[in-house]
Nanobody
Framework: QVQLVESGGGLVQPGGSLRLSCAASRSIFSMYFMGWYRQTPGNERELVASISDAGSTTYADSAKGRFTISRDNAKNTVYLQMNSLKPEDTAVYYC?????????WGQGTQVTVSS
């Protein structure tokens, strides 16, 4: 079993930046998919960014050019650097990791972009 703990959320003004972290309780070396999702009330959870075990990344159109996903295997952590934040980025952000045995989700961290 792997536990994921997200951190780094909070309140930020439009145009500001935040870096989200997702720390795993065990090695992430076996995780072939790591992603950040977000969800707003009444809506489905949507994929924001993902990174593979080979380092390949994907981004939602809304995140391209503003967000960067990265992983640090030595720290068992995946990051989401979010720049030029907009009010529409407000959501609960969730981390997801997948290996050959299971899918793991974190508990979520709130990001609020407001002046």
């Amino acid at each position: 079993q792997v536990q994921l703990v997200e951190s780094g959320g909070g309140l930020v003004q439009p145009g500001g930046s935040l870096r989200l972290s997702c720390a795993a309780s065990r090695s992430i070396f076996s995780m072939y998919f790591m992603g950040w999702y977000r969800q707003t009330p009444g809506n489905e959870r949507e994929l924001v960014a993902s990174i593979s075990d080979a380092g390949s990344t994907t981004y939602a159109d809304s995140a391209k050019g503003r967000f960067t996903i990265s992983r640090d295997n030595a720290k068992n952590t995946v990051y989401l650097q979010m720049n030029s934040l907009k009010p529409e980025d407000t959501a609960v952000y969730y981390c997801k990791m997948v290996n050959s045995m299971a899918i793991y989700w974190g508990q979520g961290t709130q990001v609020t972009v407001s002046s």
